[in-house]
């Protein structure tokens, strides 16, 4: 995903935070998780946690991880999500 996906969507979840808190919610520990990652990662290469950069690595995927699992539930009609239009327009 690039930066601008990852800020179109934050921008669609601000903006119907009140109809969608948990999704807004949903969104902001996708987002935690990749920061984890992205800072963990240098911490686990210097201190030499090979589990810990694999997990790490991991979590540089998890908006993309993310926005696959609801395009796929929301192609099968198991869960709706408004959002995914933002992806297009970009």
């Not at 009140?18 to 996708?30: C, M, R």
């Not at 990652?37 to 908006?63: D, Q, T």
Request: charged share 20%.
């Amino acid at each position: 995903m690039t930066l601008q996906q990852l800020h179109a969507i934050k921008l669609w979840q601000l903006a119907h935070k009140p109809e969608n808190p948990l999704e807004y919610h949903a969104w902001d520990g996708v987002l935690t998780a990749w920061m984890f990652g992205w800072m963990g990662e240098p911490a686990a290469l210097i201190l030499w946690w090979p589990g810990m950069a694999l997990g790490c690595a991991v979590l540089f995927l998890a908006p993309t991880l993310y926005v696959a699992l609801r395009r796929a539930l929301h192609r099968r009609g198991r869960l709706r999500c408004d959002w995914l239009s933002t992806l297009e327009r970009r």
